[in-house]
């Protein structure tokens, strides 16, 4: 079963229907214990570092538990952020630090926020970003993450300069634009991501 975390800073009703549309049984819950017995977790998140880190206290453990499983998670675009340690968005406000990090504000001659439709180039292999390549998904963000380590970058795009796209790392996956709202491309990737091995 996919539970999508209710923590008050996610657009629950976009997610839920990418679900939907492709079939897939899933639940929305803000229960530990739903969550904690769930076979996939996802993250969406709409809004500021600081409120989602406090939203998500209750669900911090829970959620690092799940990931120690190795059972698939996926975060979506706020909750590709929380994933890091740190975010220069919230000073001193720690991650969920799952992925070793941090949160800049998007730089360059470019409007913020990022806003619209940009191409996806791969860089390492994912299992959810599989048979995807040069397909152009939806974004909303003036933040971007900055992982220490760049083997864990699955796709990137361009916005004044090159930017992290999607991360990806043995059980756990993120994306900052949001497939949901990205057409058949997007759905795809909700599928690879529900057709994951446990």
Same mark, same amino acid.
């Given at each position: ?148 380590? $760049? ?28 497939? $949901? ?15 994951? $091995?446990?």
């Amino acid at each position: 079963m996919i539970t999508i975390i209710d923590y008050k800073s996610g657009n629950l009703k976009s997610i839920s229907n990418g679900f939907k549309k492709i079939g897939a049984e899933y639940k929305i819950s803000d229960d530990k214990e739903v969550i904690a017995n769930s076979d996939y977790l996802v993250l969406p998140g709409v809004g500021a570092f600081g409120s989602a880190m406090e939203n998500l206290k209750p669900f911090r453990d829970v959620i690092h538990e799940h990931v120690s499983e190795d059972k698939p998670f996926l975060g979506i675009c706020l909750g590709q952020q929380v994933l890091m340690s740190s975010s220069e968005e919230a000073d001193g406000v720690k991650g969920l630090d799952l992925f070793k990090g941090h949160v800049e504000l998007l730089s360059g001659d470019v409007k913020i926020p990022h806003m619209g439709w940009n191409k996806l180039k791969i860089c390492n292999n994912s299992p959810i970003l599989e048979g995807i390549d040069g397909e152009f998904f939806y974004f909303v963000h003036s933040y971007h993450v900055v992982p220490d380590d $760049e083997s864990i970058i699955a796709g990137v795009c361009e916005y004044g300069g090159k930017i992290v796209a999607s991360l990806s790392q043995n059980n756990l996956f993120s994306t900052q634009f949001h497939p $949901e709202k990205s057409g058949i491309a997007g759905l795809k990737i909700l599928k690879n991501f529900t057709n994951l $091995e446990l």
